[in-house]
């Protein structure tokens, strides 16, 4: 099932949110997608609900849109445009994943960054699938188990992911 949630990253924390975050949406909306038009908005939160004072980064926004289709002209129009700002500074607009897709793809991070820093350009694609192109072809996985049975074949993967897989 989809979600009609964007999450909007690196909007700096208000001091007395004066403004409420469905008019920062629209604000950021009107500054940089002028394109896609006024949308509606039905919630609007800061997550996680309390500041932590030890965290350096801003709090993320979770915008819940009325439907699916908004949500979608949003993101493919912040995809095109490539720069998203909000007074000046680089602000993210993605896909708000459900908590089990968040876990699943969360659980790639070490094999993702081993292989990157190998050069080998990995990717997670939607929902949770590892994706790298090796010898010319692009290989994908599922899952951790599928990943070993494949570099069992191939001593040089096998020394740079062991003890990860």
Avoid: C
Wanted: proline fraction near 6%.
């Amino acid at each position: 099932m989809k979600r009609n949630n964007i999450r909007i990253i690196g909007v700096p924390e208000q001091q007395k949110d004066e403004q409420g975050l469905e008019n920062l949406f629209e604000e950021i909306m009107s500054e940089n997608l002028p394109e896609v038009g006024k949308k509606k908005v039905t919630q609007a939160q800061r997550v996680p609900n309390k500041v932590n004072p030890k965290r350096p980064t801003p709090r993320q926004i979770i915008i819940t849109m009325a439907n699916v289709q908004d949500k979608e002209r949003i993101l493919q129009a912040a995809r095109e445009r490539r720069k998203v700002t909000y007074k000046g500074s680089p602000i993210r607009l993605s896909n708000d994943f459900s908590t089990e897709t968040h876990q699943a793809r969360k659980e790639w991070t070490e094999i993702y960054k081993v292989m990157q820093s190998k050069g080998l350009n990995p990717r997670i694609l939607y929902p949770a699938r590892l994706s790298f192109k090796l010898e010319g072809e692009i290989r994908s996985f599922t899952d951790k188990k599928r990943l070993r049975e494949f570099i069992t074949t191939k001593p040089a993967l096998q020394g740079m992911l062991k003890g990860l897989v």
